[in-house]
């Protein structure tokens, strides 16, 4: 027999404003990691602006573009680098940027496909 969950509902009145680019989803979700790493705990309504999704849908993403082979950890390991306790982008046209702009592309076809980017 399979055990309850005993989730509270992650429901926000306000109306949902996807992301822009996948970028900012990623910058987003880097900054609501550093912060759960800090001790903070995630809760909805909080924000400025009601997200359609929780932060950990953009990393549930991210594993499955991982498992089925579309990212490979150069990529991983790139969009850690770039968006992580630094802010910052890999703009340039050396390969960290190729790769970088690699796993936003592809992360952002599934993004927009759930409606998380507009």
Same mark, same amino acid.
């Given at each position: 027999?399979?055990l309850?969950r005993?989730?509270?509902p ?17 910058a987003?979700?880097s900054?609501c990691?550093?912060a759960r790493?800090?001790?903070a705990?995630?809760?909805t309504g909080?924000?400025?602006?009601a ?5 950990d ?6 594993? $499955?573009l991982?498992?089925s $082979?579309?990212l490979r950890?150069?990529?991983l390991?790139?969009?850690?680098r770039?968006?992580?306790?630094t802010?910052?982008?890999a703009?340039?046209d050396s390969?960290?940027g $190729?790769?970088?702009?690699?796993a936003?592309?592809r992360?952002g076809?599934r ?7 507009a």
């Amino acid at each position: 027999m399979a055990l309850k969950r005993n989730i509270a509902p992650t429901l926000d009145s306000r109306k949902e404003e996807p992301f822009a680019t996948p970028e900012d989803a990623w910058a987003w979700y880097s900054r609501c990691q550093l912060a759960r790493d800090e001790g903070a705990r995630f809760q909805t309504g909080l924000g400025d602006i009601a997200r359609p999704c929780a932060p950990d849908d953009i990393a549930r993403e991210l594993r $499955r573009l991982y498992r089925s $082979r579309v990212l490979r950890g150069a990529h991983l390991r790139v969009l850690a680098r770039f968006s992580g306790e630094t802010g910052t982008t890999a703009d340039d046209d050396s390969g960290t940027g $190729r790769l970088w702009r690699e796993a936003l592309d592809r992360l952002g076809e599934r993004l927009r496909a759930k409606g998380i980017v507009a």
